[in-house]
């Protein structure tokens, strides 16, 4: 717009001129306010084409956004991260709900044997003695080796009651078999 005002007051100037021949005083009087004219415009035009450069070539605010880009490396990593934790807390757990219950389980079966020895029984006093009065943990290990081996005796007395109850089984089935075919062999002669 600047540069069109420039040309217009430039033919305005021009045609001024032609009619300036006509009237010579007149016009230099007027010739002497375009030529003001001309020269404060091209002095603001100037300051204004100076200040639209800088502004062109000074850096502009530009607006940055971020995105949440669930592909990302990090995020992968992050999700993969709590993903593990939430699996070994959740392991964690279960082994000590695990623990606590054996703990419970055996108390119980303490406390169930205090309830039916006597209260002046030898082993119930021994036991309270070395495990809570006065804990001794030589006695506590002789103990625990102690019911460990009995323990093992136990479950090894079991399995044999059980292998012999299957073997039984399997002998009265065998020797309903022999009888079978016996009964079979004596009707066919």
């Known amino acids: 717009k600047i540069s069109k005002l420039r040309d217009a007051i430039?033919?305005?100037?021009?045609?001024i001129?032609?009619?300036l021949g006509k009237n010579e005083q007149r016009s230099k009087f007027l010739v002497d306010a375009v030529k003001q004219m001309i020269q404060g415009n091209?002095?603001?035009?100037?300051?204004?084409?100076?200040?639209?450069e800088v502004m062109n070539k000074?850096?502009?605010?530009?607006?940055?956004?971020?995105r949440f880009e669930p592909t990302s490396k990090y995020v992968l990593l992050f999700i993969g991260g709590l993903a593990l934790s939430l699996v070994i807390s959740i392991w964690?757990?279960?082994?000590?709900?695990?623990?606590?219950?054996?703990?419970?389980v055996a108390d119980l079966k303490y406390r169930a044997l205090k309830m039916v020895l006597p209260s002046d029984d030898p082993n119930v006093r021994y036991l309270e003695k070395h495990f809570s009065v006065c804990r001794d943990e030589k006695v506590i290990d002789d103990v625990r080796n102690r019911v460990a081996a009995y323990e093992d005796s136990i479950r090894h007395h079991h399995e044999m009651v059980e292998m012999a109850t299957y073997k039984d089984s399997i002998a009265n089935k065998l020797l309903q078999e022999s009888n079978r075919i016996k009964r079979a062999m004596k009707s066919s002669k």
């Open 10 to 15: 430039v033919v305005f100037a021009d045609l």
């Open 17 to 19: 001129k032609a009619e």
């Open 42 to 52: 091209d002095v603001s035009s100037k300051a204004l084409q100076d200040k639209l």
């Open 58 to 66: 000074s850096p502009q605010k530009k607006l940055v956004t971020h």
């Open 92 to 104: 964690g757990n279960l082994t000590q709900w695990r623990e606590y219950q054996a703990w419970e």
